[in-house]
T-cell receptor, first 113, second 113 residues
Framework: DVKVTQSSRYLVKRTGEKVFLECVQDMDHENMFWYRQDPGLGLRLIYFSYDVKMKEKGDIPEGYSVSREKKERFSLILESASTNQTSMYLC????????????FGQGTRLTVV | GDSVTQMEGPVTLSEEAFLTINCTYTATGYPSLFWYVQYPGEGLQLLLKATKADDKGSNKGFEATYRKETTSFHLEKGSVQVSDSAVYFCALTLKTSYDKVIFGPGTSLSVIP
C-alpha cells in the first residue's frame, strides 16, 4: 500500500517560531502537495512540487515556503508562525500522470499560540 | 477559473436512507473527477473516480457518474450506514502533467441509527 507519512499528528508552536512540517512518501511519486484544511473553506493548496527541487505556488502560498531535496520528502516551512496559520495541514502525493488519484497523509494539526 | 461546488452541509440521515450529495464543476477541457472521504481524525482517502464523460465510478456501495452535459458528478448511495459518517469532498484534476487537485468545500454527513 502507498504510504504518505507526516511527521507529527499534533504540534503547538509559539508566534514567530520557524516551523517545519515533514512529509515522506514511499511510492516514488513525482508529484507532492501541501494543503491546509479549515472549517467552511475546505482544502486549499499551498504549494506543490512535480520533481526534486521544483516547486510551484498554489492558491495561498503567503507565509509559507517548501523544500524538496529528495523525491520522497516534501517539507512545508512556516518562516515566522502566526496565529492565523493555526490549521490542519495535509500532505499528498501522486504519480505524474493524467487522471491518477492522490494519496494523503493523516494530517498535522498545528496550533500557533 | 477551475472550481468545484458542492451542496451545503451538514447532512443528517437515518440509517438505510438514500444519499445524494450534489457536485458540479467548472473546468477548461475535460478533467478527471473524484470523490474523497475523510473519516473523523484521519486524512483523505479516495472513494471513487471517473476519468471521462459517462464513466461511472463505484466503491463500497457509492456511485457517481461523470456528466459532461451538466458538468456534474453527484455522489449517491442507496442505503447509508452509521459507518458512512464522514466528510465527503468532490474534486477534479486538470489535464496537466502536474495533476493539481482542486477540491470542493466538503459535505459533512452524519448517519444516525
Amino acid at each position: 500500500d502507498v504510504k504518505v507519512t507526516q511527521s507529527s499528528r499534533y504540534l503547538v508552536k509559539r508566534t514567530g517560531e520557524k516551523v517545519f512540517l515533514e512529509c515522506v512518501q514511499d511510492m516514488d511519486h513525482e508529484n507532492m502537495f501541501w494543503y491546509r484544511q479549515d472549517p467552511g473553506l475546505g482544502l486549499r493548496l499551498i504549494y506543490f512540487s512535480y520533481d526534486v527541487k521544483m516547486k510551484e505556488k498554489g492558491d495561498i502560498p503567503e507565509g509559507y515556503s517548501v523544500s524538496r531535496e529528495k523525491k520522497e520528502r516534501f517539507s512545508l516551512i512556516l518562516e515566522s508562525a502566526s496565529t492565523n496559520q493555526t490549521s490542519m495541514y495535509l500532505c499528498a502525493s501522486s504519480f505524474g500522470a493524467i487522471g491518477r488519484d492522490a494519496f494523503f497523509g493523516q494530517g498535522t494539526r498545528l496550533t500557533v499560540v | 477559473g477551475d472550481s468545484v461546488t458542492q451542496m451545503e452541509g451538514p447532512v443528517t440521515l437515518s440509517e438505510e436512507a438514500f444519499l445524494t450529495i450534489n457536485c458540479t464543476y467548472t473546468a477548461t477541457g475535460y478533467p478527471s473527477l473524484f470523490w474523497y472521504v475523510q473519516y473523523p481524525g484521519e486524512g483523505l482517502q479516495l472513494l471513487l473516480k471517473a476519468t471521462k464523460a459517462d464513466d461511472k465510478g463505484s466503491n463500497k456501495g457509492f456511485e457517481a457518474t461523470y456528466r459532461k452535459e451538466t458538468t456534474s458528478f453527484h455522489l449517491e448511495k442507496g442505503s447509508v450506514q452509521v459507518s458512512d459518517s464522514a466528510v465527503y469532498f468532490c474534486a477534479l484534476t486538470l489535464k496537466t502533467s502536474y495533476d493539481k487537485v482542486i477540491f470542493g468545500p466538503g459535505t459533512s454527513l452524519s448517519v444516525i441509527p
